[in-house]
């Protein structure tokens, strides 16, 4: 049994079981992956994948198992070297983000600076996508740390830290008959077009079910990932839109008014999520301590190691 194998192991079912594939992924030719899935299956006397022919069509019933036993052998490898870098190299080496669009643009910058200004010779990187591109990151061990509102809690192979909370919020243009209601409704807001976020974005699934509680049907005619691009065409006066309050700015929006709607709209939260059992560079503990004062160090390491019960 070698590392090898088990990498072919592990990239076999996350390439879905095509060989060629796992093949280009590793950097070595088909008939060596399937040469040492034999040899590991001899070694082992169990069948690991279920077969049609020389086809792989998914996992066996230890397969299964041992999949999980892979994936937590690989993940304490790559720990044991993340421990040697840590004290050959205290505050050099990488830290990689994934989050989505409205959060590196509004609520990151901040940390940023700081990190940056802490820790100049670590290099960061910011790797934008949606929430379930940043939680296959993490589980693939592609990013440190991801940040979003929707998809990263009650993953398994997933802890999580709040970050903070916000609300919705309706922009109009200044001229709006909305700006002249002494009380927003949802029933006022329902009597335009809406403009507001993608589905699977910034908490749009939160607009959608407090629309349907209140048994009404918006007419939302253009969504966005983007709180930018949601803005731009309410100037163009296509509609309302419902954004993170966050994502306004008086002096950039001059030509939007934001009208406040924290009575229509549940509070969401943004939270920060890492790979359990992963082990945390310096650098990666002191950036979660900062999403998460309120947690210690100590207390964000056994939340981290604990496992899934």
Same mark, same amino acid.
């Given at each position: 049994?070698?590392?090898?194998?088990?990498?072919?192991?592990? !990239?076999?079912?996350?390439?879905?079981?095509?060989?060629?594939? /796992?093949?280009?992924?590793?950097?070595?030719?088909?008939?060596?992956?399937?040469?040492?899935?034999?040899? &590991?299956? =001899?070694?082992?006397?169990?069948?690991?994948?279920?077969?049609?022919?020389?086809?792989?069509?998914?996992?066996?019933? #230890?397969?299964?198992? &041992?999949?999980?036993?892979?994936?937590?052998?690989?993940?304490?490898?790559? +720990?044991?070297?993340?421990?040697?870098?840590?004290?050959? +190299?205290? !505050?050099?080496?990488?830290?990689?983000?994934?989050?989505?669009?409205?959060?590196?643009?509004?609520?990151?910058?901040?940390?940023?600076?700081?990190?940056?200004?802490?820790?100049?010779? /670590?290099?960061?990187?910011?790797?934008?996508?949606? #929430?379930?591109?940043?939680?296959?990151?993490?589980?693939?061990?592609?990013?440190?740390?991801?940040?979003?509102?929707? +998809? &990263?809690?009650?993953?398994? =192979?997933?802890?999580?830290?709040?970050?903070?909370?916000? +609300?919705?919020?309706?922009? /109009?243009?200044?001229?709006? #008959?909305?700006?002249?209601?002494?009380?927003?409704?949802?029933?006022?807001?329902?009597?335009?077009?809406?403009?507001?976020?993608?589905?699977?974005?910034?908490?749009?699934?939160?607009?959608?079910?407090?629309?349907?509680?209140?048994?009404?049907?918006?007419?939302?005619?253009?969504?966005?990932?983007?709180?930018?691009?949601?803005?731009?065409? /309410?100037?163009?006066?296509?509609?309302?839109?419902?954004?993170?309050?966050?994502?306004?700015?008086?002096?950039?929006?001059?030509?939007?008014?934001?009208?406040?709607?924290?009575?229509?709209?549940?509070?969401?939260?943004?939270?920060?999520?890492?790979?359990?059992?992963?082990?945390?560079?310096?650098?990666?503990?002191?950036?979660? =301590?900062?999403?998460?004062?309120?947690?210690?160090?100590?207390?964000?390491? =056994?939340?981290?190691?604990?496992?899934?019960?």
């Amino acid at each position: 049994m070698n590392f090898q194998q088990l990498k072919i192991i592990r !990239e076999t079912v996350r390439q879905g079981f095509n060989l060629t594939q /796992v093949a280009e992924v590793l950097f070595t030719s088909q008939p060596g992956v399937s040469r040492n899935i034999k040899e &590991l299956e =001899e070694e082992l006397g169990i069948e690991i994948f279920v077969r049609r022919g020389k086809r792989l069509l998914g996992l066996t019933e #230890p397969g299964k198992e &041992l999949v999980i036993a892979v994936d937590q052998i690989l993940a304490d490898a790559h +720990n044991l070297k993340k421990i040697a870098e840590q004290f050959l +190299n205290k !505050e050099i080496g990488q830290l990689t983000i994934a989050t989505t669009h409205t959060q590196a643009r509004y609520a990151l910058p901040g940390l940023i600076k700081w990190f940056k200004t802490d820790y100049p010779k /670590v290099h960061l990187a910011l790797q934008q996508g949606t #929430p379930s591109e940043i939680s296959s990151l993490l589980i693939a061990g592609d990013a440190d740390i991801g940040i979003a509102t929707e +998809n &990263l809690k009650n993953i398994p =192979e997933l802890v999580t830290f709040p970050f903070y909370s916000w +609300n919705h919020a309706v922009v /109009v243009r200044k001229d709006h #008959p909305l700006t002249q209601e002494n009380t927003l409704t949802l029933e006022k807001i329902a009597a335009y077009p809406i403009i507001t976020y993608h589905e699977g974005y910034t908490g749009r699934a939160a607009i959608d079910k407090t629309f349907e509680d209140a048994n009404l049907i918006p007419d939302i005619v253009l969504s966005a990932i983007d709180a930018d691009v949601i803005k731009t065409y /309410v100037e163009l006066d296509l509609g309302v839109g419902i954004i993170a309050s966050m994502a306004y700015t008086a002096d950039k929006d001059r030509e939007l008014a934001l009208l406040h709607a924290d009575h229509l709209f549940l509070k969401s939260t943004t939270v920060a999520a890492v790979r359990r059992g992963t082990y945390l560079r310096s650098y990666t503990l002191a950036f979660l =301590e900062k999403l998460s004062p309120h947690f210690g160090a100590q207390a964000i390491r =056994e939340a981290i190691q604990k496992m899934e019960s």
